[in-house]
């Protein structure tokens, strides 16, 4: 079991208060200890912590492309096999390099079986470039490039749903977590980099800057995702679901009405044809991983 005391993303970085992924980088490192490399995409994580010469990261730490660090963890995987030594190989890249740009390399990574480990810190939108949508931008909400306006409710698309595309490219371990829960966070990442075989995690990370919020916040609106239903907590094993995080749903008014982005579903008036399509979302997830008490 990892030592959840260890601290190998060190303070001092660029991140805004209250950054979903920063915290998220803390904790995933305490599930996988010290015996780790990490390639990282560019992206968010990449620019608030490592810009030369400086780093946060206190283990190997290889900066790719946006649309190759499971190809570059490959390569790395494959080196380490061929000399006989076992550190924990792990992707840290964000929904925009998972969901869109990167899926093909993380696609053939995963069919090639790779013992690696793929984790997204999903802040739904292409922050670090100007928050615009991406495959994780949930539905009408309002990015850069799907402005919500006279004639548009925001984004038009439902949020992609990666865990179960992995799943069905054989992975033995998938599971999505969020930054409200750390030690759930550290204990899915440890139980995933002791599986072998390629392994996909999901961890859910507001962005106070992209989603409009106080950054005081996160956790708690962390927590209100998962409390109506819009986020789920579970764990996939071999492609059944093993175990999910049970809650007494709440309706989703309190969720959006918290953030900018979907500031215009309740302004000039409320408009209740599209928070109920939103209910509709949550209502599916509810009766699909059976998360109400």
């Not at 915290?23 to 990449?46: D, H, N, W």
């Not at 869109?100 to 013992?115: K, L, V």
């Not at 927590?223 to 059944?240: Q, S, T």
């Not at 302004?267 to 399509?277: F, G, L, S, T, W």
């Amino acid at each position: 079991m990892a030592d959840k005391t260890c601290e190998l993303v060190d303070c001092g970085h660029r991140a805004c208060g209250g950054c979903g992924p920063a915290f998220a980088a803390r904790l995933i490192l305490k599930g996988s200890g010290p015996e780790s490399i990490v390639c990282a995409s560019t992206g968010c994580m990449e620019v608030f912590s490592t810009p030369y010469p400086q780093t946060a990261w206190k283990v190997p730490w290889i900066h790719s492309l946006f649309e190759n660090a499971a190809a570059v963890a490959s390569g790395i995987e494959s080196a380490l096999k061929k000399q006989g030594r076992k550190e924990n190989v792990l992707c840290i890249c964000g929904d925009g390099a998972t969901f869109d740009i990167g899926i093909q390399c993380i696609s053939g990574a995963f069919e090639r079986g790779h013992n690696i480990t793929y984790i997204c810190y999903d802040n739904e939108a292409y922050m670090n470039t100007g928050i615009q949508r991406s495959g994780a931008t949930p539905y009408d909400a309002s990015t850069t490039t799907s402005p919500a306006g006279k004639r548009s409710t925001g984004n038009n698309r439902p949020k992609k749903d990666l865990p179960q595309i992995l799943a069905a490219h054989g992975s033995p371990y998938v599971a999505t977590c969020s930054i409200a829960y750390p030690n759930d966070v550290i204990k899915k990442v440890d139980r995933a980099v002791q599986t072998e075989g390629p392994c996909y995690i999901q961890i859910h990370t507001p962005c106070c800057t992209g989603w409009g919020f106080d950054g005081a916040k996160t956790v708690e609106l962390a927590k209100m995702a998962i409390e109506c239903g819009l986020w789920v907590n579970y764990e996939m094993v071999n492609g059944k679901v093993e175990k999910v995080k049970k809650i007494k749903r709440k309706p989703v008014d309190e969720y959006l009405k918290s953030q900018k982005r979907f500031a215009h579903l309740f302004k000039p008036q409320r408009n209740d044809v599209e928070i109920a399509k939103i209910q509709a979302i949550a209502d599916v997830n509810a009766e699909k991983y059976g998360i109400d008490l």
